[in-house]
């Protein structure tokens, strides 16, 4: 079965940047979508930002600008960078993939909670003033 490994969350503070890691192992998806998560406490989880195994990417509006999705296929590696951090983007973080590509690039703009067969355990990020 598919495992995915969240690490890199942290503290920081305001305007300051961290990057996400997500460790994949246990599948071969020829063709995948892959995405970022994230659930503050008292609200819904919400998409931050996927990319396809074209390499194509999408993000959430409240992210675009800020941060970048990024996977490295040698390492099995999904990453997100994220930049200009702000209070707002304090969260625990998911990632999560699933073995086809159709629909993928809408997942951030989509108001249904998205299907994804996998995910990891979450890695909490703390952005404070």
């Known amino acids: 079965a598919a495992q995915l490994v969240e690490s890199g969350g942290g503290s920081v503070q305001t305007g300051g940047s961290l990057t996400l890691s997500c460790r994949a192992s246990g599948y071969d998806f020829r063709r995948y979508c892959m995405g970022w998560f994230r659930q503050a406490p008292g609200k819904e989880r919400e998409a931050v930002a996927v990319?396809?195994?074209?390499?194509?990417?999408n993000y959430a509006h409240s992210v675009q600008g800020r941060f970048a999705i990024s996977a490295d296929n040698a390492k099995n590696t999904l990453y997100l960078q994220m930049n200009n951090l702000k209070s707002e983007d304090t969260a625990m973080y998911y990632c999560?993939?699933?073995?086809?590509?159709?629909?993928?690039?809408?997942?951030?703009?989509?108001?249904?909670?998205?299907?994804?067969?996998?995910w990891g355990q979450g890695t909490q990020v703390t952005v404070s003033s």
């Open positions: 999560a993939t699933r073995n086809y590509v159709a629909g993928c690039l809408v997942v951030p703009d989509s108001p249904t909670p998205p299907l994804f067969g996998y």
């Open positions: 990319i396809d195994s074209d390499g194509k990417t």
